[in-house]
């Protein structure tokens, strides 16, 4: 929420708003991060809420908005002039506002990206205040930001941490290396590495050594700090890693306390409090220990620190502060899907479009990852670059498919589909004679994202109603760190696909992993059916179905939410029962 207000107030500066309007938007974010009561718990009684300092009467309004749809009425009117990319620009140095809005207004820039094309093809000269030496200095600045303060997209951290654990197993006495942090709990993007080592080599008394050899690891860029039993160095991509030694004794606490959320732990921390223990990265103990008695209640797993206060275990995706800490001590944790419930896959292409293998090698494929259901989905016409198929070739395309079905004799069903491109109009770029032919149809934008939020609306609400349309997919159309969504009234497509018993896709694609993890929680509460999908375009694509999985499970989804773990025939008819009428 703090961020939410943040954001809003640099909205309001990019929209050159008076300042004392922005600072008090400031403020609040400031007061609304200081809180140690869950606001939830205070939106119910206006009056606690303007017992904060920092927040009158139009604030408190904004906060309960904010609590209740998760934005509020002129956030969400500044989104409809400006993007949430252009406050990234803010923090390039000597980028300020007014830039940043005529930027917009001059030259339509909104991200980083644009405004790094913008000054290398040289249009930044046209503005006032942009010499050369000016534009070198923001392209460095450019540089310097992707390297410094960048996030990195969960695949890369993983792979990256994966390297490492494989270097520091060399050391003899260490043995495991386990990521904390957000990688465990399985964020879409992490800002650093977290790793926790255990081993002989880790006891206190031997550590010494340990510590000296991760600090000469070959692949560290800089080595930031050098401590007892900590060493922190950024790699090349400016990816900073932490690496911590720890006792085996405590490792339990350690784990706990580096997987966080920091507002899990806080919340966790206060719990302990009231049961008369401390907790911290060594144990969890007594806070007053009877003489003669050791302090030290439980330290060495996760799991009895977690019982000792009267809790399920908690898986780390969930550790997010959000309920997850009552429903542990109700024991009324979700059973979280996992990887091993999936038994099918439905958007994936081939060498008819964009894909890199046949109909045959994705099938076969699927079938050695043990999948018992797949659909191919290739692109439509109006996907030119990727060679999208016409109605014609779709037809043919449906007929290859048949016989690659046939082929597998029963060890795997292959369904025929398509991923058919949404239309600026909101029609679908096929003929219904050529969908009524296909047994998953997944639509999806793939153009003119920029359109206002209530032109994209309409656009998806008119693509749903037709009957053929099976599945959205990707339903924002971002790209991690790369493309913002577009802008649309999530809540009111979102419902409108659960009324028509149209499935939303989560696209596993750790580039996209479109549906969010909120927007996931947001589709299951409004009633969607959801289908995970890896959106491959190579058989190695398949295996990015755990980065769906684990968002899927940051968003409390248990096998039952989700359609794609139904068997063959009981997913036919979970998907949207096909109009009766369709021409054979
Ligand atoms: P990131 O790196 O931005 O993707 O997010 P995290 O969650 O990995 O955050 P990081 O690396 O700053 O810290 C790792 C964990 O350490 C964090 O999730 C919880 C714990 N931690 C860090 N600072 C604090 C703190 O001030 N208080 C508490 N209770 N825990 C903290
Ligand atoms: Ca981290
Ligand atoms: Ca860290
Ligand atoms: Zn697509």
């Known amino acids: ?237 400016g990816l900073q890693v932490d690496v911590r030694l720890l006792p085996r004794a405590s490792y339990g606490a350690a784990l706990q306390y580096f997987t966080g959320s920091k507002m899990h732990n806080v919340s966790l921390r206060q719990k302990a409090l009231k049961r008369g223990y401390t907790l911290s990265e060594y144990a969890l103990a007594r806070l007053n220990p009877e003489e003669g008695e050791s302090s030290i209640v439980a330290a060495a797993t996760e799991e009895e620190i977690y019982a000792a206060l009267g809790m399920q275990w908690i898986a780390p995706e969930l550790r997010e502060n959000c309920g997850e800490l009552e429903a542990a001590e109700a024991a009324t944790l979700p059973s979280l899907i996992t990887l091993d419930d999936i038994r099918g896959d439905v958007h994936m292409h081939t060498v008819a479009t964009d894909g890199a293998f046949t109909i045959r090698e994705m099938a076969d494929a699927a079938l050695a990852r043990g999948l018992k259901y797949i659909a191919i989905t290739d692109h439509s016409k109006n996907l030119a670059m990727t060679n999208g198929l016409d109605d014609y070739r779709a037809q043919a395309h449906v007929r290859a498919i048949q016989a690659v079905d046939a082929e597998m004799e029963g060890r795997i069903r292959v369904f025929a589909g398509i991923e058919v491109d949404i239309l600026q109009d909101g029609s679908l770029d096929l003929e219904d004679e050529t969908l009524a032919m296909m047994d998953v149809v997944v639509g999806s934008v793939h153009s003119a994202f920029q359109m206002p939020s209530d032109e994209m609306t309409a656009r998806l609400l008119r693509a749903i109603e037709n009957p053929y349309l099976r599945i959205l997919g990707h339903p924002t159309g971002r790209k991690l760190l790369r493309r913002d969504p577009y802008v649309f009234d999530m809540d009111g497509v979102l419902r409108r696909c659960a009324e028509l018993g149209v499935a939303v896709e989560h696209n596993a694609a750790p580039a996209r992993a479109d549906l969010s993890d909120l927007n996931l929680r947001k589709a299951k509460a409004l009633g969607c059916r959801i289908s995970v999908n890896t959106d491959a375009h190579s058989i190695d694509d398949l295996a990015k179905m755990r980065f769906g999985i684990t968002q899927l499970r940051r968003a409390w989804l248990e096998p039952k939410d989700v359609i794609n773990t139904l068997d063959v025939d009981a997913f036919l008819s979970a998907l949207r029962p096909r109009p009766a009428h369709v021409g054979a």
Not at 219 to 225: K, P, R, T
């Open 1 to 237: 929420m703090a961020r939410l207000l943040d954001e809003t107030a640099a909205l309001l500066e990019i929209d050159a708003a008076d300042p004392f309007r922005v600072r008090s938007y400031r403020r609040a974010a400031e007061a609304v991060e200081q809180q140690t009561t869950p606001l939830a718990s205070l939106v119910d009684d206006p009056k606690q809420l303007l017992a904060i300092a920092g927040i009158g009467k139009g604030m408190a309004a904004n906060i309960v908005d904010l609590e209740r749809t998760g934005s509020m009425p002129l956030r969400d009117e500044l989104l409809t002039k400006y993007r949430p990319s252009m406050l990234d620009l803010l923090r390039l140095p000597s980028m300020g506002p007014k830039t940043v809005a005529l930027l917009f207004s001059a030259l339509q820039i909104e991200n980083m990206d644009q405004l790094e094309t913008a000054a290398k093809e040289g249009h930044l000269a046209k503005l006032p205040r942009f010499g050369q030496k000016q534009v070198d200095k923001l392209l460095k600045g450019i540089e310097d930001h992707r390297r410094n303060s960048g996030r990195f997209r969960i695949d890369n951290a993983g792979e990256t941490a994966d390297k490492i654990a494989a270097m520091l197993r060399e050391f003899p006495g260490i043995e495991t290396i386990t990521p904390a942090g957000s990688l465990r709990r399985g964020r879409e993007t992490v800002g650093d590495l977290d790793l926790l080592v255990t081993g002989p080599a880790c006891e206190a008394d031997v550590v010494s050594a340990a510590v000296e050899y991760v600090a000469t690891l070959p692949l560290i860029d800089v080595l930031l700090a050098k401590g007892q039993n900590k060493v922190s160095f950024t790699l090349r991509n």
